[in-house]
């Protein structure tokens, strides 16, 4: 059976801005291979520094006014939906006001497929493995390994990534891209850039890295990690990861 516990309400007010929060924690009660996000606003983060054998969400609703009255009616206009079934774990919140959502804490298992839509929300990943497709505004992650399909906007894309041996990587966003790969890996990289796009591509043991036009190539013979990039951001990196 699903435990949805309710933490705390309160209700604040300061310099004439309100905000009413409620908090909610829930943890599933088998082991997840995957975990499937829908949100419309709020922060997400995913931590797996923990290893844990099941997902522990903690979720904070929050609605914000000049009015503690009004802050109090956005809050009641968000929700948030928890479930799970042969091993999926599935978080749903919805807002139906922009100055309310929902922010996502999840403390993980060390390897856990990630599947996220969250378009108007900055998503953090810590230490997970597995396959992975992501739609956020803003992609923050320390040690994300496996496959990995996203989709960032303007937030752009600040990404340690350890792939699997014979992964794709797509990466497309609207902003920045800084992407850290360990060094001597069997890539074939692409990038696809902006016309006033500065690209910066450190030296990772490629055998040739060459441009034409606003499209660069990078590669490691032979060639096993496909690494598609399309950003339109000021500026790209691709650097060494430690």
Not at 30 to 35: G, I, M, P
């Amino acid at each position: 059976m699903l435990e949805r516990t309710l933490v705390f309400i309160l209700a604040m007010v300061s310099t004439g801005c309100a905000e009413s929060l409620s908090t909610e924690a829930w943890e599933s009660t088998v082991e997840a291979t995957r975990l499937v996000v829908l949100s419309e606003r709020g922060a997400i983060e995913v931590d797996g520094r923990a290893d844990r054998e099941t997902v522990y969400v903690e979720a904070s609703r929050y609605g914000r006014a000049s009015s503690s009255e009004k802050a109090e009616e956005r809050l009641s206009g968000t929700s948030v939906e928890f479930g799970e079934a042969d091993g999926i774990a599935t978080v749903t919140a919805e807002s139906e006001f922009i100055r309310a959502g929902v922010e996502l804490e999840i403390d993980a298992p060390l390897v856990l497929d990630l599947d996220i839509t969250a378009d108007n929300s900055v998503l953090s990943v810590y230490d997970v493995e597995g396959t992975h497709r992501l739609d956020v505004n803003r992609l923050r992650s320390s040690v994300l390994r496996g496959a990995v399909s996203a989709s960032v906007g303007g937030g752009g894309i600040d990404l340690e990534l350890w792939p699997y041996e014979d992964a794709t990587i797509i990466l497309n966003t609207s902003g920045d891209l800084y992407l850290a790969l360990p060094a001597y890996g069997p890539y074939n990289l692409m990038i696809d850039a902006g016309m006033s796009t500065d690209v910066f591509i450190e030296n990772l043991g490629f055998d040739e890295v060459f441009s034409v036009g606003n499209q660069w190539f990078a590669q490691r013979f032979p060639a096993t990690v496909q690494i598609q990039i399309r950003a339109t951001g000021d500026r790209v990196e691709i650097v060494e990861a430690y």
